[in-house]
């Protein structure tokens, strides 16, 4: 039995194949080497009973996360999984390569992800091209869940967000200097609480302030993570994660003004990553 996993900083999908159906949808934690340990892993798994019917059936697993881009962390999470799934053999990959699998299938293209966190990569139709892009909520993800957190939480605490923005912000979340400091600085998964805010910008999309920051953050992305690669502007760019779904008119906007194709726009890509196996098996007989 094949169980494909799509697993972003905040949440994970995952999807089981028996060989005729796809017969169960699960979701856990995402789980990102940076920030969880093996050991974390599989205790998160063995104390959720969702996946505990099939822990031992599983033969095949197809892991992608994020943060999941060198072979040291790969073994992080690829550990835990083979505690919980004994019987299975293991593979984990990074998140970009199940967003070209997911968005472009077999051709060639550029692929990003703007979700919690943000990358991109160029696809030649059958290997992921990074570039020295993914430098974690810190020191990059631009036009992300986290990187717009950090734009509302820093005009926040410098009184820079009108009037009528600063009050319903307050209104709603009742933080001050003192808890968000100790919220990105002390507690865990900063970059998720950052995130967090991205429905404050859902709820006031239409706010000249907020849509200005959003195609800001948006044109700060393509700046950075597609108008570098070589002609950019002959390749198809496909998108995966809540923020590009959200803001895909925004997107196509800026995108628009940069001569940039925009391709495939998917929310949440486990779907079609697992069509993407279950049409290799298909092909092939086996993976």
Not at 153 to 177: A, V, W
């Amino acid at each position: 039995m094949l169980l494909v996993c799509d697993s972003g900083s905040t949440k994970a999908d995952w999807l089981l194949y028996d060989g005729k159906n796809i017969s169960g949808l699960y979701h856990s934690i995402g789980f990102n080497p940076f920030f969880h340990s093996s050991d974390f892993v599989f205790e998160t798994l063995n104390s959720d009973d969702s996946m505990a019917s099939i822990s031992e059936v599983i033969t095949e697993i197809y892991f992608f996360g994020a943060g999941c881009s060198s072979k040291g962390r790969k073994e992080i999470i690829a550990q835990g999984l083979r505690r919980y799934f004994p019987k299975a053999n293991v593979i984990v990959d990074h998140d970009l390569l199940a967003c070209a699998y997911a968005t472009a299938g077999d051709e060639p293209g550029i692929a990003c992800i703007i979700g919690t966190g943000s990358n991109s990569c160029w696809f030649d139709g059958k290997i992921v091209h990074e570039k020295n892009y993914g430098m974690g909520y810190i020191l990059g993800d631009e036009g992300s869940g986290s990187y717009y957190g950090k734009k509302l939480l820093t005009q926040f605490l410098y009184g820079l967000m009108p009037k009528d923005i600063q009050e319903s912000f307050e209104n709603n979340y009742g933080l001050d200097r003192n808890s968000i400091i100790d919220h990105v600085y002390n507690k865990p998964n900063p970059n998720v609480w950052l995130a967090s805010f991205a429905r404050f910008l859902t709820n006031y999309k239409d706010h000249y302030y907020i849509n200005n920051l959003v195609k800001n953050g948006m044109r700060d992305f393509f700046e950075l993570y597609v108008c570098h690669y070589d002609d950019y502007k002959n390749k198809n760019v496909h998108f995966v994660g809540s923020i590009a779904f959200l803001f895909q008119d925004e997107l196509k906007a800026e995108a628009q003004k940069l001569d940039i194709k925009v391709g495939n726009i998917i929310k949440q890509p486990i779907d079609s990553l697992m069509n993407y196996y279950i049409n290799k098996i298909n092909k092939k007989g086996s993976l």
